[in-house]
């Protein structure tokens, strides 16, 4: 599993999670050392994630008490740009011998992914939003 964040005008650092993910695991080796200093940088931001269940724990829901963070709608993958960006590095995944391999592919995408195309997907978010509304909560062109 990978993880990251976007933002408007940065990205944090791609972070390889090999194993189980638990929701201590996400506070102690993700959380804490990778989003909390990320959201520091940016005054203001809000954090997202969706419900896997290791990011809905009462553990990182504590973690989570000291940021602004928007709740994500359950099956609304519209609602988060960053789903867009994992399926573009999906698209552009090389073919891999390894698990070795395979990280430093997703790694050499992520940091290579075009700040621009991060930005096209949140200025989309508004529209992604009026789709949704229109469409009565259901599917979307998006």
């Known amino acids: 599993?990978?993880?990251?964040?976007?933002?408007?005008?940065?990205?944090?650092?791609?972070?390889?999670?090999?194993?189980?993910?638990t929701g201590q695991r996400y506070v102690d080796d993700i959380l804490r050392p990778h989003l909390g200093p990320f959201l520091n940088g940016l005054p203001g931001a809000i954090f997202q994630q969706d419900n896997a269940r290791p990011h809905t724990a009462r553990v990182v829901q504590d973690f989570l008490r000291h940021f602004q963070t928007l709740p994500c709608p359950a099956h609304s993958p519209d609602f988060s740009p960053v789903e867009y960006v994992w399926y573009q590095l999906k698209r552009q995944m090389p073919s891999c011998q390894s698990v070795l391999n395979l990280e430093l592919a997703v790694q050499d995408l992520w940091a290579h992914l075009p700040q621009d195309n991060i930005r096209c997907l949140i200025n989309s978010m508004p529209y992604r939003v009026e789709a949704c509304i229109a469409a009565g909560g259901g599917p979307t062109r998006y």
């Open 1 to 21: 599993m990978v993880w990251g964040v976007i933002a408007y005008d940065s990205r944090s650092t791609l972070i390889v999670i090999r194993g189980t993910l």
